[in-house]
Protein backbone atom coordinates (compact mmCIF):
# COMPACT_ATOMS: atom_id res chain seq x y z
CA UNK A 1 0.00 0.00 0.00
CA UNK A 2 0.97 3.67 -0.83
CA UNK A 3 -0.33 7.08 0.57
CA UNK A 4 -0.31 10.09 -1.17
CA UNK A 5 0.67 12.72 0.80
CA UNK A 6 0.10 16.46 -0.12
CA UNK A 7 1.65 19.43 1.71
CA UNK A 8 1.84 22.87 1.80
CA UNK A 9 -1.11 25.31 1.55
CA UNK A 10 -4.00 22.91 0.42
CA UNK A 11 -7.16 25.19 1.88
CA UNK A 12 -7.63 26.58 -1.72
CA UNK A 13 -8.00 23.66 -3.24
CA UNK A 14 -9.86 21.56 -0.35
CA UNK A 15 -13.35 21.24 -2.76
CA UNK A 16 -11.25 19.85 -6.07
CA UNK A 17 -8.91 17.73 -3.66
CA UNK A 18 -12.01 16.30 -2.34
CA UNK A 19 -13.43 15.18 -5.72
CA UNK A 20 -9.96 13.60 -6.23
CA UNK A 21 -10.54 11.30 -3.76
CA UNK A 22 -8.27 13.08 -1.18
CA UNK A 23 -9.50 12.69 2.87
CA UNK A 24 -8.06 14.86 5.12
CA UNK A 25 -6.38 13.66 8.47
CA UNK A 26 -7.07 16.09 10.97
CA UNK A 27 -4.07 14.43 12.89
CA UNK A 28 -1.56 15.22 10.98
CA UNK A 29 -3.14 18.51 9.29
CA UNK A 30 -2.82 17.17 5.67
CA UNK A 31 -4.07 15.64 2.71
CA UNK A 32 -3.73 12.24 1.92
CA UNK A 33 -5.29 9.02 -0.69
CA UNK A 34 -4.00 5.96 0.11
CA UNK A 35 -3.24 3.64 -3.73
CA UNK A 36 -2.85 -0.07 -3.60
CA UNK A 37 0.09 0.13 -6.42
CA UNK A 38 2.78 3.22 -6.49
CA UNK A 39 0.08 6.03 -7.64
CA UNK A 40 0.96 6.77 -11.37
CA UNK A 41 2.04 9.93 -13.46
CA UNK A 42 -1.42 10.67 -13.87
CA UNK A 43 -2.11 10.80 -9.89
CA UNK A 44 0.83 12.89 -9.13
CA UNK A 45 0.66 14.58 -12.49
CA UNK A 46 -2.79 16.79 -10.65
CA UNK A 47 -1.15 17.64 -8.12
CA UNK A 48 1.01 19.98 -10.12
CA UNK A 49 -2.10 21.86 -10.76
CA UNK A 50 -1.65 23.37 -7.03
CA UNK A 51 0.76 26.29 -6.52
CA UNK A 52 2.09 25.51 -3.72
CA UNK A 53 1.42 22.16 -2.62
CA UNK A 54 4.02 19.40 -2.44
CA UNK A 55 3.58 16.00 -2.17
CA UNK A 56 5.42 12.70 -1.08
CA UNK A 57 4.91 9.06 -1.46
CA UNK A 58 4.55 7.08 1.56
CA UNK A 59 5.29 2.92 1.51
CA UNK A 60 3.05 2.09 4.13
CA UNK A 61 3.82 -1.02 4.48
CA UNK A 62 7.16 0.37 5.84
CA UNK A 63 5.51 2.01 8.95
CA UNK A 64 6.64 1.18 12.12
CA UNK A 65 4.46 -1.19 13.66
CA UNK A 66 2.84 -1.77 17.05
CA UNK A 67 4.90 -5.03 18.44
CA UNK A 68 8.03 -4.11 16.88
CA UNK A 69 9.84 -3.50 20.55
CA UNK A 70 8.65 -7.16 21.90
CA UNK A 71 9.58 -8.82 18.40
CA UNK A 72 13.19 -7.25 19.34
CA UNK A 73 13.72 -8.51 22.92
CA UNK A 74 12.10 -12.15 21.42
CA UNK A 75 15.47 -12.07 19.50
CA UNK A 76 17.94 -9.58 20.55
CA UNK A 77 20.33 -11.49 23.28
CA UNK A 78 21.03 -9.68 26.19
CA UNK A 79 24.30 -8.21 27.16
CA UNK A 80 24.43 -9.19 30.83
CA UNK A 81 22.43 -10.27 33.90
CA UNK A 82 22.94 -8.71 37.29
CA UNK A 83 20.91 -9.77 40.26
CA UNK A 84 17.88 -11.09 38.23
CA UNK A 85 17.55 -7.87 35.88
CA UNK A 86 18.53 -8.17 31.73
CA UNK A 87 20.93 -5.52 30.62
CA UNK A 88 21.44 -4.26 26.94
CA UNK A 89 24.28 -2.27 25.84
CA UNK A 90 23.52 1.00 23.85
CA UNK A 91 25.09 0.38 20.33
CA UNK A 92 25.88 4.18 19.66
CA UNK A 93 27.16 5.15 23.47
CA UNK A 94 28.16 1.74 25.12
CA UNK A 95 26.31 2.08 28.28
CA UNK A 96 24.46 -0.53 30.07
CA UNK A 97 20.56 -0.14 30.72
CA UNK A 98 17.98 -2.24 32.32
CA UNK A 99 15.45 -3.83 29.98
CA UNK A 100 12.76 -1.37 30.92
CA UNK A 101 15.29 1.59 30.51
CA UNK A 102 16.44 0.89 26.55
CA UNK A 103 14.51 1.83 23.78
CA UNK A 104 14.84 0.24 20.61
CA UNK A 105 16.16 2.25 17.82
CA UNK A 106 15.34 1.45 13.82
CA UNK A 107 18.61 1.43 12.43
CA UNK A 108 17.60 2.52 8.99
CA UNK A 109 14.84 5.04 10.49
CA UNK A 110 11.28 4.72 9.43
CA UNK A 111 11.18 7.80 8.05
CA UNK A 112 13.43 7.47 5.57
CA UNK A 113 12.51 2.99 4.78
CA UNK A 114 9.10 5.03 4.18
CA UNK A 115 10.24 7.84 1.44
CA UNK A 116 13.56 6.38 0.03
CA UNK A 117 13.61 3.30 -2.26
CA UNK A 118 17.33 3.32 -1.82
CA UNK A 119 17.24 2.97 1.71
CA UNK A 120 13.98 -0.23 1.13
CA UNK A 121 16.31 -1.70 -1.48
CA UNK A 122 19.44 -1.88 1.60
CA UNK A 123 17.16 -3.32 3.37
CA UNK A 124 16.01 -5.90 1.42
CA UNK A 125 19.67 -6.92 0.68
CA UNK A 126 20.58 -7.51 4.54
CA UNK A 127 17.41 -9.43 4.33
CA UNK A 128 15.05 -6.97 6.07
CA UNK A 129 11.26 -7.99 4.94
CA UNK A 130 10.24 -4.27 6.44
CA UNK A 131 12.06 -2.08 8.35
CA UNK A 132 10.71 -3.33 11.57
CA UNK A 133 12.44 -6.55 11.16
CA UNK A 134 14.73 -7.63 14.29
CA UNK A 135 17.73 -7.12 11.91
CA UNK A 136 17.07 -3.61 11.94
CA UNK A 137 16.08 -3.16 15.53
CA UNK A 138 19.23 -1.74 18.08
CA UNK A 139 19.32 -1.62 21.47
CA UNK A 140 19.82 2.39 22.29
CA UNK A 141 19.63 4.90 25.35
CA UNK A 142 17.62 7.86 25.20
CA UNK A 143 19.93 10.25 24.75
CA UNK A 144 21.85 8.62 21.76
CA UNK A 145 18.20 7.57 20.10
CA UNK A 146 16.86 11.03 20.42
CA UNK A 147 20.26 12.48 18.94
CA UNK A 148 20.12 10.63 16.36
CA UNK A 149 16.43 10.37 15.10
CA UNK A 150 15.73 10.22 11.46
CA UNK A 151 19.54 10.24 10.27
CA UNK A 152 21.74 7.93 8.70
CA UNK A 153 25.34 7.91 7.76
CA UNK A 154 27.61 7.63 10.69
CA UNK A 155 24.85 6.07 13.16
CA UNK A 156 24.30 3.24 11.05
CA UNK A 157 28.41 2.46 11.13
CA UNK A 158 27.82 2.93 14.74
CA UNK A 159 24.93 0.55 15.04
CA UNK A 160 26.34 -2.02 13.17
CA UNK A 161 29.86 -2.21 14.90
CA UNK A 162 28.03 -1.65 18.70
CA UNK A 163 26.07 -4.58 18.14
CA UNK A 164 29.59 -6.99 18.36
CA UNK A 165 30.61 -7.07 22.43
CA UNK A 166 34.54 -7.26 21.25
CA UNK A 167 33.82 -4.04 19.90
CA UNK A 168 33.63 -2.54 22.39
CA UNK A 169 36.50 -4.63 24.19
CA UNK A 170 39.30 -3.05 21.37
CA UNK A 171 37.64 0.31 22.53
CA UNK A 172 38.44 0.23 25.60
CA UNK A 173 41.72 -1.28 25.38
CA UNK A 174 42.75 1.53 22.70
CA UNK A 175 41.41 4.12 24.42
CA UNK A 176 43.55 3.11 27.77
CA UNK A 177 46.41 2.81 25.66
CA UNK A 178 45.92 6.46 24.15
CA UNK A 179 45.92 7.88 27.50
CA UNK A 180 48.71 6.02 28.84
CA UNK A 181 51.04 7.18 25.50
CA UNK A 182 49.40 10.91 26.35
CA UNK A 183 50.66 11.36 29.88
CA UNK A 184 54.03 9.01 29.55
CA UNK A 185 54.66 12.25 26.56
CA UNK A 186 53.07 14.71 29.25
CA UNK A 187 55.47 13.68 31.80
CA UNK A 188 58.53 13.41 29.26
CA UNK A 189 57.58 17.13 28.42
CA UNK A 190 57.56 18.58 31.83
CA UNK A 191 60.73 16.25 32.92
CA UNK A 192 62.98 18.22 30.92
Not at 1 to 20: A, E
Not at 23 to 32: G, P, Q
Not at 46 to 57: A, N, Q, T
Not at 90 to 105: A, F, H, N, T, W
Amino acid sequence: MYKLVLKGNTYPYRRKLKRLGYAYNHDKNRYEKEFASYPSKKDIGRIYYFPGVKHEVIDTSQSRSADYRKRFFDSYKRTKRIKGKDYYRCVYCGRLLRREKIQVDHLYPVKMAETNYHVRDKLKKQGCLSVNDPKNLVPACGYCNKRKGAKMGWWIIQGKLGKSESYWRIRRIILASATVIALYMLLTVFST
